[in-house]
């Protein structure tokens, strides 16, 4: 079974803070993928990166980053400089290996984010 | 096209009444993908196609709750005799055959039923 567990229900900043999304999973694949998705108020899903499990490298793009920490099953998403329309929820996502790409998307919760001026 | 479209963007019915909703993937995707959002933070997933055969059902309802992927038709996700649990933004996408295993989302179906 798969299972993804984003336990920051809100999250509420001032404009230019620093923020931390945390995601943890759980799954018994060994080869796995780990998404992290953006929903505006405007309700379309919006990718903004995939990670494989062998790739444990950090990335940053922009002002996102993030942490991907296979020890403690852990994905995190830091936005810095955080910007009113950061506002939004995030979902961590995860999906196991199949033969090509035919594997569901198991979603966390989300986290919403709130960035006030 | 470039983008998974989906129709209708909003679709509203009463209790009893059928739905159908519409999704066309990405051109050259061969897999799509069903969710339901229900209360704006938990997504299940429904079911997924490779090309027309269905590849994973195992979150399909198994009353009321039909769908298809024909050839050189859009897939379509189709509930009979709706009910008031079912209102919830449906979300198809879709992906390439390829490891990555991206999947690109539409812009979703919220079903309103009254």
């Known amino acids: 079974a798969q299972k993804v567990t984003q336990a920051q229900t809100e999250i509420s900043v001032v404009e230019k803070e620093d923020v931390t999304l945390d995601c943890v999973y759980e799954?018994?694949?060994?080869?796995?993928?780990l998404f992290w998705y953006k929903q505006p108020p405007s309700g379309e899903l919006v990718f903004l990166i995939r990670?494989?499990?062998?790739?444990?490298q950090n990335e940053i793009s922009g002002r996102y980053s993030w942490n991907f920490q296979k020890s403690t099953s852990s994905f995190n998403f830091t936005i810095t400089a955080s910007q009113v329309v950061d506002s939004a929820v995030y979902f961590c996502?995860?999906?196991?290996?199949?033969?090509?790409?035919?594997?569901?998307?198991?979603f966390g919760t989300g986290t919403q984010l709130k960035v006030e001026l | 096209g470039e983008e998974v479209a989906q129709t209708p963007k909003h679709l509203v019915r009463g209790e009893g009444q059928k739905a159908k909703l519409y999704c066309a993937p990405i051109k050259g995707h061969s897999y799509v993908f069903w969710y339901q959002q229900v209360l704006k933070n938990e997504f299940k997933f429904l079911i997924s196609f490779q090309n027309e055969n269905v590849f994973d059902e195992t979150g399909m309802p198994k009353e009321r709750f039909s769908a298809k992927c024909l050839p050189n038709s859009p897939c379509s996700l189709e509930i009979q005799a709706t009910k008031l649990e079912d209102s919830a933004v449906y979300f198809c996408?879709?992906?390439?055959?390829?490891?990555?295993?991206?999947?690109?989302f539409g812009p979703g179906t919220r079903l309103t039923v009254l």
């Open positions: 996502a995860l999906s196991g290996r199949l033969t090509g790409g035919g594997n569901k998307l198991t």
């Open positions: 799954t018994r694949d060994t080869t796995y993928y």
């Open positions: 996408a879709s992906s390439q055959f390829t490891r990555s295993n991206e999947q690109f």
């Open positions: 990670r494989n499990s062998f790739d444990e």
